[in-house]
């Protein structure tokens, strides 16, 4: 059996429903934000699988950039789960909705 | 041997992905969330991604998971059941799972060039040399605004978790 590009997208596609299933499913802040992790981690395979199929490096730098930005935007993410947490004593997402149309 | 490795972090790094969105208590779920990572550096490697592998290792299952970690520990919550499934959660199953399943039929139907193996072999892909290269010259401009970013991040962050007086 030759691994190729097809099945590291495959993979990349199962991990990436994984993701939508738990931030559709979970009420748990934290475990929504984590779940948004693995979604992102699955594109980064994808593209790191396709920067190997062309032989571009392109790919990875592309990961680089998307790591970059998944830093800050868990910083800022876990920010407003603390502040959200102050102020609510909750991280249920049911609980807050004061949005919600 | 490829194909062996493949499959071992393929089960693996599913398995645990399952186990991120299924644990109870959040901590369980964040070191799940973990092994995905590592699991997926693997494969990184695999894909001769030496440096993207190592970041994702330093960063991602390092920096970013003790944030979290960090954030968990801080909160001190209290397990709240979830309760009864909701009609949005069970759509949202099936929402994921009819996903899954047409993404993986089209690329299983779809034959990209090439289907046997990879396209090209580039001798030195990975390699910090190439994407250091790669970075600092092609890329030098969007590389300063993630800088800006991370700043605005930090600063951002900074500021939504002081305590008003």
Same mark, same amino acid.
């Given at each position: 059996?030759?691994?190729?590009?097809?099945?590291?997208?495959?993979?990349?596609?199962?991990?990436?429903?994984?993701?939508?299933?738990?931030?559709?499913?979970?009420?748990?802040?934290?475990?929504?934000?984590?779940?948004?992790?693995?979604?992102?981690?699955?594109?980064?395979?994808?593209?790191?699988?396709?920067?190997?199929?062309?032989?571009?490096?392109?790919?990875?730098?592309?990961?680089?950039?998307?790591?970059?930005?998944?830093?800050?935007?868990?910083?800022?993410?876990?920010?407003?789960?603390?502040?959200?947490?102050?102020?609510?004593?909750?991280?249920?997402?049911?609980?807050?909705?004061?949005?919600?149309? | %041997?490829?194909?062996?490795?493949?499959?071992?972090?393929?089960?693996?790094?599913?398995?645990?992905?399952?186990?991120?969105?299924?644990?109870?208590?959040? !901590? $369980?779920? !964040?070191?799940?969330?973990?092994?995905?990572?590592?699991?997926? $550096? $693997?494969?990184? !490697? %695999?894909?001769?991604?030496?440096?993207?592998? $190592?970041?994702? /290792?330093?960063?991602? *299952?390092?920096?970013? %998971?003790?944030?979290?970690?960090?954030?968990? %520990?801080?909160?001190? =919550?209290?397990?709240?059941?979830?309760?009864?499934?909701?009609?949005?959660?069970?759509?949202? /199953?099936?929402?994921?799972? /009819?996903?899954?399943?047409?993404?993986?039929?089209?690329?299983?139907?779809?034959? =990209?060039? *090439?289907?046997?193996?990879?396209?090209?072999?580039?001798?030195?892909?990975?390699?910090?040399? *190439?994407?250091?290269?790669?970075?600092?010259?092609?890329? =030098?401009?969007?590389?300063?605004? *993630?800088?800006?970013?991370?700043?605005?991040?930090?600063?951002?962050?900074?500021? =939504?978790?002081?305590?008003?007086?």
């Amino acid at each position: 059996m030759i691994i190729s590009l097809n099945h590291y997208l495959v993979l990349a596609a199962l991990l990436f429903s994984i993701g939508v299933a738990g931030v559709l499913t979970r009420r748990n802040a934290i475990i929504i934000f984590a779940s948004i992790e693995l979604m992102m981690n699955a594109v980064n395979l994808a593209f790191v699988a396709f920067a190997r199929h062309w032989g571009d490096v392109g790919g990875q730098i592309f990961v680089f950039f998307i790591i970059a930005v998944a830093a800050a935007e868990v910083a800022v993410g876990l920010a407003i789960i603390v502040v959200l947490f102050r102020h609510r004593e909750t991280v249920n997402i049911d609980k807050v909705n004061l949005l919600k149309w | %041997m490829e194909a062996f490795f493949f499959l071992l972090l393929a089960v693996v790094s599913i398995f645990s992905g399952l186990m991120v969105i299924l644990q109870k208590s959040p !901590v $369980a779920s !964040v070191l799940f969330l973990v092994l995905t990572l590592v699991c997926v $550096a $693997a494969l990184f !490697v %695999m894909l001769s991604a030496p440096f993207i592998a $190592a970041i994702q /290792v330093i960063i991602y *299952a390092g920096a970013i %998971m003790v944030l979290f970690l960090f954030v968990l %520990m801080l909160l001190n =919550l209290q397990r709240f059941t979830e309760g009864a499934w909701s009609r949005f959660q069970i759509t949202g /199953v099936v929402v994921a799972a /009819v996903l899954a399943v047409v993404t993986a039929l089209l690329l299983r139907a779809v034959p =990209l060039p *090439a289907d046997s193996g990879f396209l090209r072999e580039t001798p030195g892909l990975g390699s910090v040399e *190439a994407v250091g290269l790669s970075l600092f010259t092609e890329y =030098l401009l969007p590389f300063e605004i *993630a800088s800006f970013l991370l700043l605005a991040g930090i600063i951002g962050a900074v500021i =939504l978790s002081r305590r008003r007086p």
